[in-house]
């Protein structure tokens, strides 16, 4: 059974850059059938889809998103990471790492439990 | 973006009844509709995938159905576990989440 658990700062300044791990147990990263995704939830708000990176490296954004994001992933240690550069208060949210089922069907079938990332000084 | 809108936004319900939530995508998504539910301090959980593909593990008082821009989440006999705030998801282009809808015991 896959589990996926979030790490990084749970406080950043403004203008500095929020980074964050998602660490995938029980499951290959470097599967074919899987993309792995960055959700963010702003606090009593809805959900916001980030971005997805593929094993290969290969990386799809959302363009709606307003801050500059970068996803990478290390499949030597089973992890993907999200960088979002010069943060601001509007990036307060919880942050969720997710499988997506891929294939075109772009599901969340697994999620991490997600990390509540402050913007303040 | 496609936008996904929900109704109702909030929904009282008690144990036993049945609920039906509605999801409106802004154009057609063919079958691209996903339903999550999300309890306080909680990941979201998948319930269904492709419009009314039940997840494993789902109890099968859950459906789904539609196709094009109009869907719909079904609980039949609501359980006092099922009281949380559901969310639909297109994944036809750029994913976008539904504003939710947050079901209630009355």
């Known amino acids: 059974q896959v589990q996926l658990q979030e790490s990084g700062p749970g406080l950043v300044k403004p203008s500095q850059t929020l980074s964050l791990t998602c660490t995938v147990s029980g499951d290959s990263i470097s599967s074919n059938d899987y993309y792995w995704s960055w959700i963010r939830q702003h606090p009593g708000k809805g959900l916001e889809w980030i971005g997805y990176i593929f094993y290969s490296g290969s990386t799809h954004y959302n363009p709606s998103f307003r801050s500059p994001v970068t996803i990478s992933i290390d499949t030597s240690k089973n992890q993907f990471s999200l960088n979002l550069t010069s943060v601001t208060a509007a990036d307060t949210a919880v942050y969720f790492c997710?499988?997506?089922?891929?294939?075109?069907?772009?599901?969340?079938?697994?999620w991490g439990q997600g990390t509540l990332v402050t913007v303040s000084s | 973006d496609i936008q996904m809108t929900q109704s109702p936004s909030s929904l009282s319900a008690s144990v036993g009844d049945r609920v039906t939530i509605t999801c409106r995508a802004s154009q057609s998504i063919s079958n691209y509709l996903n339903w999550y539910q999300q309890k306080p301090g909680k990941a979201p959980k998948l319930l269904i995938y492709a419009a009314s593909s039940l997840e494993s593990g789902v109890p099968s008082r859950f459906s789904g159905s539609g196709s094009g821009t109009d869907f719909t989440l079904t609980i039949r006999s609501l359980q006092p576990e099922d009281f949380a705030t559901y969310y639909c998801?297109?994944?036809?282009?750029?994913?976008?989440f539904g504003q939710g809808t947050k079901l209630e015991i009355k």
């Open positions: 997710a499988r997506d089922r891929g294939g075109g069907l772009g599901y969340f079938d697994s």
């Open positions: 998801q297109q994944s036809y282009s750029i994913y976008t």
